[in-house]
């Protein structure tokens, strides 16, 4: 007897998987740059000052597009004390972190680095303290091919191919009050507007992103982005959604079922955007950036009342330590974005590298993976062709904050031209084991190729600096296919990725 049915078919596909649902974010923020993927004199560094175990292993994360320069940063950022010779480089107090910010690293070797990992540049324009033209600026300097001041500027500079950015967000979480240049919604609404406008006079084609809430707990939710919509509909093509999660009071049970909040809020922001394109009569569909996602635990950072003193070089800030129940609602979370990702077309775990992020660096040092670093580059690397939306029959529990939640959750992708698929699934229940049966008979499924389970006797087992590979993924011998139906066995608080033939 099983614990939960699944049954996958071809008539329940969302979309082709999208690469950019596995998008990150590196801002200049703590150690995430300087002391991350940064470090002229580790022994790994390359001539741009890049240590290449970082790298590595950013490759083997698989993540697509990089969001950057920030995050609250950019909206005190100038851009171009990034570029030209970095002996020259102005060194400015960076206001959102209250650190030093040398310039060492900008645009042009950021570029040359997502060269390097395979990544697509994502930027962020500042609309908290400047605007249009310093917009425009950045734009001309990144994409126009020559023969202009600034396209000239960044030929001289050493790359005289454009860098080609299709993705730029307008200005970052200008709803939350501790954005340095925080408006209400009608006067960003309006800014991002005319920010827009100009940037498609330059490029139709761009891509941009217009800010939505920074959580779903804001005042404004909701509100925000109809308004912030309404003003700026027809010259965007994503609102972006930012959402952190982490486990208060010891209520595991909740936490566990962190992505039914994920799953509100998709469905709030959609459902705004129709509004909006319904009442203006649009015939384009805005689509949803989720360009902020992870654990973060920010309640414990907040009232750490750590204030920092002077204006550091990257500080040790959100350095966060993911256990294994981080890394099971991780992948439940990027499980949520594959079952929406109709809507959700581009999504950046946030951060990458050492500030809440799945790969942390020692100075001089090695460099390791957190515990969510194994969900995300195993969906990263299995889910191909197009999304399977599962039906699931599953026993549900009751959780302080959602109220019911199911104990199983999936989603599935299947590759029509290799004639391969993959299962992912959460188990959510902290005591018992649950045995899963996958009817995959309308996908013709022969043989397991790949059963890895993350999940450990002690939930809260972490890699740490001295104990780099406590956990990971193991092989789940319980998985086996009998005439097109997969079972497998999923033990308590886990996460499991499947890969059939
Ligand atoms: O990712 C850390 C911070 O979280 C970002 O700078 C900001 O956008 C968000 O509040």
């Not at 175990?53 to 994360?61: F, G, H, M, P, R």
């Not at 404004?220 to 999660?245: I, M, N, P, Q």
């Not at 031209?417 to 299962?423: E, I, L, N």
Request: charged share 20%.
């Amino acid at each position: 007897m099983s614990d939960a049915q699944i049954a996958l078919d071809l008539t329940a596909i969302v979309a082709p998987v999208n690469r950019r649902l596995f998008g990150s974010f590196v801002e200049h923020l703590g150690r995430c740059v300087y002391d991350g993927i940064y470090e002229p004199t580790h022994p790994t560094a390359n001539e741009d000052g890049f240590r290449l175990d970082v790298v590595d292993l950013v490759q083997e994360l698989g993540s697509s597009t990089i969001r950057y320069p920030g995050g609250n940063f950019v909206s005190g950022y100038r851009w171009e004390d990034g570029v030209g010779p970095r002996s020259e480089r102005p060194k400015r107090l960076d206001l959102a972190w209250h650190s030093l910010e040398t310039n060492e690293v900008g645009l042009d070797e950021f570029a040359r680095w997502c060269k390097l990992t395979g990544s697509e540049l994502m930027m962020a324009v500042n609309l908290g303290t400047r605007g249009v033209l310093e917009a425009l600026d950045v734009l001309e300097y990144a994409n126009h091919p020559g023969g202009t001041a600034l396209s000239d500027l960044r030929a001289a500079n050493g790359s005289p191919e454009p860098y080609n950015v299709r993705m730029w967000c307008l200005g970052n979480e200008m709803d939350g009050p501790w954005q340095i240049g925080h408006m209400n919604a009608e006067d960003y609404g309006k800014l991002a507007a005319r920010t827009a406008s100009a940037m498609k006079m330059v490029d139709p084609k761009l891509e941009l992103v217009v800010c939505g809430s920074s959580g779903s707990s804001m005042p404004t939710f909701g509100e925000w982005e109809r308004v912030v919509l309404e003003h700026s509909y027809e010259s965007v093509d994503y609102v972006s959604c930012h959402a952190y999660y982490q486990e208060r009071k010891g209520d595991l049970g909740s936490f566990l079922a962190s992505s039914l909040d994920m799953e509100y809020f998709i469905a709030t922001v959609v459902t705004t955007a129709d509004h909006v394109k319904n009442k203006l009569h649009s015939t384009k569909t805005v689509n949803l950036s989720f360009d902020e996602w992870n654990i973060w635990y920010l309640d414990e950072h907040n009232e750490s009342g750590v204030i920092t003193e002077g204006w550091p070089y990257a500080p040790r800030l959100l350095e966060d330590v993911y256990t294994v129940a981080d890394a099971v609602v991780l992948g439940n979370l990027l499980i949520t974005l594959l079952k929406n990702s109709d809507r959700v077309t581009s999504a950046s775990l946030a951060q990458l590298v050492n500030v809440i992020a799945p790969i942390m660096t020692e100075p001089n040092g090695d460099a390791w993976r957190q515990t969510t670093f194994f969900p995300f580059a195993a969906t990263s690397r299995l889910a191909k062709g197009e999304v399977i939306k599962p039906r699931i029959t599953t026993a549900q529990y009751e959780t302080d904050v959602y109220g019911p939640a199911d104990l199983v959750d999936s989603v599935a992708t299947f590759d029509r031209t290799s004639g391969t698929g993959a299962v992912f699934l959460v188990n959510r229940d902290q005591h018992e084991s649950r045995t899963v049966e996958i009817d995959a008979t309308a996908l013709g499924a022969t043989g397991i190729l790949e059963a890895l389970t993350l999940s450990d006797d002690d939930v809260y087992a972490k890699n740490t600096r001295d104990d780099q590979d406590r956990v990971g993924l193991v092989d789940n011998g319980s998985a086996g296919v009998v005439e097109g139906t997969i079972t497998v066995t999923l033990p308590p608080v886990s996460w499991t990725a499947l890969s059939f033939a």
